[in-house]
């Protein structure tokens, strides 16, 4: 084998050093493309700066609050809220919504399910969920509470929204974001109230997390 034809030491080092050379280019390459996008997404959210969905208590009302025994609960409330997006140039979409009412930090009806939907610019919706529970174990001391409110002639309940939102800015939708809304509803509760449904009409604004 002649001289010219072999390959010295030398030489195929520097092919190896090209080829880290190349993946290396293309590394940063593919770095640089990520973090303009990324840099371009921040940009835009900053610049739009969505702020959170705003909720309110248009009507609830309690149609069964009843202990089927010593620490069983059966319970029946309707419940009314507006969500309004306050956002003039963000769209907001809600996932995976459960309400449910509690008590003095009981849970005293089930979750019940909203379906997902898409709020424009500034736009509001009418969400309507029907509470229930059947059974539902309570602590020893719910029969007494309740008592204890019927004679102050006031029963104050929360009413709880769990779950997830996107934002939506132009084409682009960001990932999810856990969404807790706590509504409280204070309703005359006494001996001297008819017979009826107990309810609250006041349009309490609720307060809000994202």
Not at 46 to 72: N, R, V
Not at 77 to 86: A, C
Not at 90 to 101: L, R
Request: net charge positive.
């Amino acid at each position: 084998m002649s001289k010219l034809d072999s390959k010295s030491p030398k030489h195929c080092a520097d092919k190896g050093l090209n080829i880290d050379k190349f993946y290396k280019k293309l590394y940063w390459s593919g770095f640089a493309f990520l973090f303009s996008v990324l840099s371009l997404i921040l940009l835009v959210w900053l610049i739009l700066h969505p702020t959170k969905p705003e909720f309110s208590l248009k009507e609830a009302d309690i149609y069964q609050l009843s202990l089927s025994g010593p620490h069983l609960l059966n319970s029946s409330i309707q419940l009314t809220l507006l969500s309004k997006n306050p956002n003039t140039k963000v769209g907001i979409y809600y996932d995976m919504i459960q309400v449910y009412a509690a008590y003095k930090g009981q849970q005293i009806t089930v979750d019940t399910s909203l379906p997902p939907f898409y709020q424009g610019y500034e736009e509001s919706n009418l969400l309507t969920a029907s509470l229930v529970g059947t059974g539902l174990p309570v602590a020893p001391s719910f029969g007494y509470e309740v008592g204890r409110d019927q004679t102050a002639g006031k029963l104050v309940l929360s009413l709880k929204l769990d779950g997830r939102v996107r934002w939506k800015v132009g084409t682009w939708v960001s990932g999810r974001y856990r969404l807790n809304v706590n509504c409280v509803a204070v309703m005359a509760f006494g001996p001297a109230i008819p017979s009826g449904p107990l309810s609250s009409k006041e349009g309490t604004q609720c307060s809000t997390s994202v």
